[in-house]
């Protein structure tokens, strides 16, 4: 049934309006991508300060468009190059550069456009039947469990994004929750840490703490050290490489179902998708000496799981309000700002907005191929444009479109400050996306943990009850300890068993044979 | 695991003690906030910047024993170092930076929106010597009014 829905919601897009938004802003994505300094995030924060007065159907699909293009659009730059255009595709330059610099640039980057497409088309399905049954089964979820949830958050996203330092990583997130109880609390209506500020009494709000964050940070970071224009390589007619990617098959579904989980994680990216698909692809590869030095399978694993991440993504901001990665903490945002609540309850209130928003993502992806494949020496033009003009530009863009969504200067100092917090962060090996991510579930940590201490008239009890609450704490549990050598000694007194039948049937199945 | 502790303990040292000092400001605010007895001292609205700020506290605690273990108090600030860091290239760039985007927000709302982004953007272009000055100015002049038309106009938002 999902399938004819997804259908239905797919002809319905099919206007000569909704093709030239969709169009116009997977364009004008690829080219946020291919800018190194502007991601993602940026251009949908910026996007949706241009658009929030816009019909709300128009103005989504535009930010999905500007989504899937600039995820897409970063490998460009990564392949011809060795810069990722947007962190997403830091694992696509260890096997795209290489490949151009031996005279096949026009090859790689048909490669990364199919295998773009064939990631988004698993994400797709991904979005369209996994976000239903997520949504269905956060039906069941009550207070006690939504807290372990937004905890499991912050505390995977602080692992995963602090992959050398998780302390880092968990300051980061928790950093984050407290800066989210600033403001009047839902409960009772206290001020909490607004120090007399009226501007505070309302918290943060997301827009400007994401451009901040992310925008400002870059500019700071890409201003801070302004070198010297880049040379681009020539390139030919790109063309798809179904051949390639024929023979390819087993490492694209593998890569794909990496991106989705991967996407599924709270705010963790799509640069770890492809960082995990890249690693699993060398591993399963029978020439795994090619990788690094211009492999086709390292390419296609990258490529395939970086997109295939958002469609995954977006799989937990619509079924539980949770973005799976920092572009889609905007596109929660932005939700929200067009008046569609996101949740658990959107199975409730609009049944079918899934597969509306499922067929925008589809034809975004379908718009991405075409143009991947269509526009793309007139696009490397623009990589000629020196930083020093284009940064500038995209501040401006960023001040006026932090203003805009509310009309408060206030916001602009917020953006600010949380650029030079972002940038003090980066400096100092914290990563930004778990304190955002801390930003955005901490209302959830606090309303949750409270109202269910009211429920159980102050017992802690209920939040160790149900089956869920068990399975996110001992998930919440291996995230913070399952490196550490305790955990790693008794997990392997644990399985020592299972090891051993193991070697087990093998020995005897090897006799056998 | 160690080593990559080692490369940042300095910074690490000093990170720690801002945290355990903030962690500690938020703890005391935290427990000075009302209690609302009627609703049951669970539902307190310090409740949970009380189990946060802890966390915090005791992660900047494990920060603080790790850099020490690395020697990370170990810190020699010379004069020679202050000087260059001082004069270095990045931090001039990042200073005009950050200062023409102070000056942008303190003017933002007391200069027109096209006189004070024209200024900031021409500021920028000429402090980095993006291009000749003319064409700076025109770049500037020409984007500021153009982002200025674009959202009066055509995405109906009024700008400051």
């Known amino acids: ?15 000569l309006s909704n093709l030239l938004y ?19 995030t940026v251009g949908i924060a910026i996007l949706t300060a241009l658009t929030f007065k816009w019909d709300p159907g128009n103005a989504i699909m535009v930010l999905i468009g500007i989504y899937v293009g600039a995820i897409y659009g970063g490998s460009r730059t990564a392949v011809l190059l060795n810069i990722p255009g947007t962190p997403a595709s830091a694992a696509t330059c260890l096997d795209g550069y290489p490949l151009s610099r031996t005279g096949k640039a026009a090859e790689a980057l048909g490669l990364a456009t199919t295998s773009s497409f064939l990631g988004s088309m698993v994400g797709l399905v991904a979005l369209a039947f996994l976000t239903p049954l997520l949504a269905n089964m956060a039906l069941e979820f009550k207070s006690y469990e939504v807290f372990w949830l937004a905890i499991f958050g912050v505390a995977i996203c602080g692992n995963l994004t602090a992959a050398k330092d998780p302390l880092k990583g968990w ?39 994401l451009v901040g964050t992310y925008a400002l940070v870059e500019i700071l970071d890409n201003l801070s050290d302004v070198s010297t224009p880049t040379v681009v390589a020539q390139v030919g007619r790109v063309l798809p490489r179904i051949k390639d990617i024929l023979k390819n098959w087993v490492n694209i579904v593998r890569s794909g179902l990496i991106g989705v989980l991967v996407g599924i994680i709270p705010g963790v990216g799509e640069n770890i998708g492809s960082y995990v698909a890249y690693d699993f692809a060398k591993r399963a590869s029978k020439e795994p000496e090619k990788f690094g030095k211009g492999s086709i399978e390292g390419l296609i694993a990258s490529e395939t799981a970086n997109n295939a991440v958002v469609g995954g993504a977006l799989v937990p901001v619509l079924s539980l309000a949770i973005p799976g990665s920092p572009p889609a903490a905007v596109l929660l945002a932005a939700l929200f700002l067009h008046n569609v609540r996101p949740g658990p309850l959107l199975m409730i209130e609009q049944p079918l907005y899934i597969y509306s928003f499922s067929a925008m993502f589809g034809l975004a992806t379908i718009a991405m191929f075409i143009l991947g494949i269509a ?3 007139p696009m490397l033009t623009i990589l000629r444009i020196k930083k020093s003009i284009l940064m500038p530009i995209v501040f401006v863009l960023c001040m006026v479109g932090t203003y805009a969504i509310a009309g408060r200067l206030f916001d602009i100092l917020v953006m600010i400050c949380f650029g030079l917090l972002g940038f003090a962060m980066r400096k100092l090996g914290f990563p930004e996306a778990p304190l955002v991510l801390g930003i955005i579930l901490g209302p959830m940590v606090d309303e949750n943990l409270r109202r269910g201490l009211i429920l159980s008239e102050g017992s802690f009890a209920p939040f160790f009850g149900s089956t869920i609450s068990i399975l996110l704490i001992i998930a919440v549990f291996f995230t913070l300890f399952g490196r550490s050598k305790p955990v790693r000694w008794s997990l392997q007194l644990v399985f020592a068993p299972l090891r051993a039948l193991r070697s087990g049937i093998t020995n005897r ?3 056998k044979k | 695991m160690k080593e990559n502790h080692k490369e940042t303990a300095k910074p690490d040292f000093l990170t720690s ?28 609205p310090s409740i949970a910047p009380i189990i946060f700020s802890s966390l915090l506290l005791m992660c900047g605690i494990i920060l603080f024993i ?8 170990a810190i020699r600030i010379t004069r020679e170092q202050t000087v260059r860091f001082i004069t270095s290239k990045p931090f001039y760039n990042f200073s005009a ?9 303190v003017l933002m709302g007391r200069v027109h929106f096209v006189l004070i982004s024209a200024l900031y953007l021409f500021l920028n272009m000429f402090y980095f010597h993006s291009t000749a000055w003319w064409k700076s100015l025109i770049i500037s002049v020409v984007t500021a009014g153009l982002i200025w038309y674009s959202f009066n106009y055509l995405f109906l938002i009024p700008l400051p």
């Open chain 1, 1 to 15: 049934m999902g399938l004819v829905y997804l259908f239905q919601a797919f002809a319905e897009l099919m206007t």
């Open chain 1, 22 to 40: 969709c169009f116009v802003a997977v364009q004008l994505g690829i080219i946020f991508g291919m800018l190194p300094g502007l991601t993602a």
């Open chain 1, 171 to 209: 300051v980061s997130g928790i950093l984050g929750i407290i800066l989210s109880f600033v403001g009047m609390e839902a409960i009772q209506g206290y001020r909490r840490f607004t120090f007399g500020v009226t501007d505070l009494m309302a918290g943060f709000s997301i827009i400007p703490v």
């Open chain 1, 375 to 377: 526009i793309v020496k």
């Open chain 1, 509 to 511: 199945l090897g006799r």
């Open chain 2, 17 to 44: 003690i801002f945290l355990i000092g903030l962690s500690l400001v938020i703890l005391g605010l935290s427990l000075a906030m009302p209690k609302y007895v009627e609703w049951g001292m669970y539902a307190t």
């Open chain 2, 66 to 73: 790790r850099s020490i273990a690395v020697r990370g108090y």
């Open chain 2, 97 to 105: 930076t950050l200062g023409f985007v102070l000056l942008y927000y």
